[in-house]
C-alpha cells in the first residue's frame, strides 16, 4: 500500500523550518499542499521547488467542509498510484482538518500516512500576544464555533478568518457574548519576519472587526480574557459561582439557611409568574422570570453539592440521558413520521422505564403543592393501561353520580364525610378535564386571575363611589362585577 507523508510547514518564514523537514521537501519527487499562500513556499518556490497546491478547490467550493473533502478525496486518488507528500500549514496535527479527515481513512484502512513536524502555529501567537496558554485558552475554528462553546475568562485564539464574510460571523456570535466595543487583536504571519508577509497585530473594537482589509490564511483572531464575574453575566459558571458565593463562608445568611424544602414554595410562584408573563407575551418580563426560575435550579444544586449528594453536573447529565434515551428518532435509528409517533414512542420508553424500576405506575406522580395536577397526573398514567372510560360520557356520568352523593352528604352527612364527596367530585372534574385536553392547573390560574382583576376593579369602583364596602348592598357590588367582565371583553 502506497503512503501519504504529512508534513507541516511551520508557521513562520523558512529560517524557523527544521532542517529535516527542509531536506524532505527539496526531495520531494511528488509534493502536493493544501496552499500555496504560504511563506515558506514562496521562498521555496524562489529556490525551485516545484509542487502542486489544492487551491483552485478553494475556489470551486462555497464551504469549508467540502474544500476538505475534496483535497482528502484526490489525495486519496493520487496515492493510489504512488506514496505522495502533502504539506500544511503550521503542525499537521493542530487545527488541520484535512489530516484528521486522512486519519480516519487509515483508521478505514484507506491508505497508510505519516506524520512529520512542524512548528505549530501557536507558538509563535502566544510569543507576538505575551501571553501563557496555562492561564487558559481555547482555539476555536470560525467557520463553526457557537458563543456557548467560548469561555470568557480564558484567552481565545480563533482560526480560520480568512476574509470580511468569515470575520463578520465571527464577529456575531461573539457579540452574543462580549460587549460590542470590546478590544480583540487581529494576529497575522505570527512568528513570520520575511517575504511578503511579516508579523503584524492589529487591535479593533468587535464591531469593527469585519471592516479590517488585511485578513488572509494567516490570520488568527485573539480574544483577550474578561476575569471580573460582573462582566461575564452571560455564562452559565457566572451565575453558578454567584450562588456558590450566596451560600458560602462569607455569603447571604439567607441563601446559607435554605434547603430543599424552605425553596419548594418560591419554586412554584416563579412558575405561576413565569406562565403570567408568557400570558402576557411580554418577553422582557419571560426574559426575568426564566432567570428567576433558573436561579430556583442552581440552588438546588448548590445545596445538593454543599451536602455531598450531587451537583450540577448529575443535574446536567440525568436530564441530558434522558432527553437522548427518549429522542431515538433524533439520537438514534428510530423513524418516525408525525408527532403522535414522537409521543407514542416517548410513553412507551417511560413505561419500560417504569416497569425496569420495579416502582408502582403512580410512584412519582404527586405533586406536593398542587393537588389538582397530582389528580390529573394519576388519572393520565392510569388511562394509559386501560383503567379509563370508553369516552367521555362515562365521565360524565361519574360527575353527576359523586355530585349527587355530595349534595347528599351536604344534607345529612358530617364534615368529614363531606369533605370526601367534595374531593370525589373535584376528581370527577379533573378527570373530565384530561378528557377535553384542558389543564384544570391553569384553568384555576386563569379563574384566580379574573376574580383578582374584577375584584380590584370593584375596590377602586368602591372607593372612587361611597368609598367604603359597607354602604354597598350585594346586588349594587354585583353590577360593579357585571361592568368589570364588560370591560374585559373590550
Known sequence: MNEITIIGLGAGDLDQLPLGIYKKLKTAEYLYVRTEQHPVLEELKAEGLSFTSFDTVYENNDQFEGVYEEIVKRLLELAQEQSVIYAVPGHPLVAEQTVQLLIEAEKQGEIKIRIEGGQSFLDPIFGALRIDPIEGFQLLDG???????????????????????????????????????YEVTIVTAAGTATGTATESL????????????????????????????????????????????????????????????????????????????????????????????????????????????FSMEDVLNAIS?????????????????????????????????KRDS?????????????????????????????????????????????????????????????????????????????????SPEQAMIQANKKFKSRFQFIERSVKSGKGDFSHYTLEELDLFWKEAKKLEGQ
Open 143 to 181: 467557520t463553526s464555533f457557537k458563543c456557548d462553546e467560548v469561555q470568557m475568562n480564558a484567552h481565545v485564539l480563533i482560526g480560520q478568518v480568512y476574509d470580511a464574510f468569515s470575520a463578520s460571523e465571527v464577529k456575531l456570535t461573539l457579540m452574543e457574548k462580549y460587549p460590542d466595543d
Open 202 to 309: 492589529t487591535k479593533v473594537p468587535l464591531f469593527e472587526l469585519d471592516r479590517v482589509m488585511k485578513l488572509d490564511n494567516l490570520t488568527t483572531l485573539y480574544v483577550p480574557p474578561i476575569y471580573k464575574k460582573e462582566d461575564r453575566l452571560k455564562e452559565w459558571q457566572t451565575l453558578r459561582q454567584i450562588v456558590s458565593e450566596l451560600r458560602g463562608p462569607n455569603g447571604c445568611p439567607w441563601d446559607k439557611e435554605q434547603t430543599h424544602t424552605t425553596l419548594k414554595k418560591y419554586a412554584v410562584e416563579e412558575v405561576y409568574e413565569l406562565l403570567q408573563a408568557i400570558d402576557e407575551e411580554d418577553d422582557d418580563h419571560i426574559v426575568e422570570e426564566l432567570g428567576d426560575v433558573l436561579l430556583q435550579v442552581f440552588l438546588h444544586a448548590q445545596i445538593g453539592e454543599d451536602n455531598g449528594y
Open 321 to 353: 440521558d434522558k432527553m437522548i434515551r427518549r429522542h431515538p428518532h433524533v439520537f438514534g435509528e428510530v423513524t418516525v413520521d408525525s408527532t403522535e409517533d414522537v409521543l407514542r414512542n416517548w410513553q412507551q420508553i417511560k413505561a419500560e422505564e
Open 358 to 438: 420495579g416502582d408502582s405506575l403512580l410512584e412519582g406522580e404527586m405533586r406536593a403543592d398542587s393537588s389538582l395536577l397530582t389528580s390529573f397526573n394519576y388519572q393520565k398514567k392510569v388511562a394509559k393501561v386501560g383503567f379509563d372510560w370508553p369516552d367521555v360520557s362515562g365521565a360524565w356520568e361519574k360527575f353527576e353520580e359523586e355530585l349527587g352523593e355530595w349534595k347528599k352528604e351536604l344534607a345529612e352527612g358530617t364534615k368529614d364525610s363531606q369533605v370526601d364527596e367534595l374531593g370525589d367530585l373535584l376528581f370527577t372534574i379533573v378527570n373530565l378535564a384530561r378528557f377535553y385536553s384542558l
